[in-house]
């Protein structure tokens, strides 16, 4: 998109926010850390929301934690007990449904609290391909999308922080630990605690941000860049992260040869 073309759509979304009492539902990814930018400088009074639950890796909390203080705005972390939600435990094909509704009335009930005006999420006009459930809930329970509604994608929303020096222009997209375990199959607290131990210690072993454990039962199959594939396999550590997944309780630790790519689990 044309520089000017993309500052008259950050304009949309300006005005959207201008004057109002906002709350940003905040995961410190790009999106929302950018809508919380702009919430700071037009609206009112803006709150951002984040919450800390079983699906969410406890190193996404602290540095959205730390990202709202860069940005100076009133920050609250509120926990939801994920797991202790049959309905979302369950895994059906409709979780994100589901999921998405009871965040947004978790938003709506401090939104009451705090007498503010509207509750603003980060979804973008590159995210509605295909089939969004989540995003159905949150249209229906009156949760805005200012960068969907004025037509605003990832890549604009990346060079708005990139301009802005908001030091996450870069950072990768992390889809909840849910999105790692097959339609169907329960979602424990001890499942999801075995998956982030995965993840962290490739992240750990190998500085690779963008990684995925992929729950199959006693199998954890692990899907990284392609580029990194080999260098991970050949690698010294190889064994410490075999150890470290088997220590939670996985029997056979694979690397998957395709690499990563977005809903694999569910395909």
Request: glycine fraction near 6%.
């Amino acid at each position: 998109m044309a520089e000017r073309d993309r500052e008259h759509r950050f304009d949309e979304v300006r005005d959207m926010l201008r004057g109002k009492r906002v709350i940003v539902a905040f995961s410190g990814g790009v999106d929302s850390t950018v809508l919380a930018h702009i919430a700071a400088e037009v609206a009112t009074e803006t709150l951002l929301l984040t919450i800390d639950m079983q699906t969410v890796p406890q190193f996404e909390i602290d540095q959205a934690v730390d990202l709202a203080g860069r940005l100076g705005v009133e920050h609250k972390v509120t926990r939801f007990n994920w797991t202790g939600d049959n309905e979302l435990s369950a895994n059906r094909p409709d979780r994100c449904y589901h999921c998405k509704r009871s965040l947004a009335k978790l938003w709506l009930e401090v939104l009451r609290e705090r007498e503010m005006d509207l509750v603003v999420e980060g979804t973008n006009a590159t995210d509605v391909r295909g089939h969004r459930p989540g995003l159905e809930a949150l249209q229906e329970i009156g949760v805005v999308s200012p960068f969907l509604s004025a037509g605003i994608g990832k890549e604009d929303i990346r060079a708005y922080a990139r301009e802005r020096s908001l030091g996450i222009a870069e950072k990768p997209a992390q889809a909840c630990l849910a999105t790692r375990f097959p339609p169907n199959v329960e979602i424990t607290e001890e499942r999801l605690a075995m998956i982030e131990t995965v993840e962290n210690t490739v992240r750990e072993l190998y500085d690779i941000e963008c990684v995925r454990a992929r729950y199959h039962g006693d199998l954890v199959r692990i899907e990284l860049p392609h580029d990194r594939i080999a260098e991970v396999g050949q690698s010294s550590t190889l064994d410490d992260l075999v150890h470290a997944a088997k220590e939670t309780g996985f029997r056979f630790v694979t690397l998957d040869l395709e690499g990563y790519r977005s809903g694999s689990t569910s395909s």
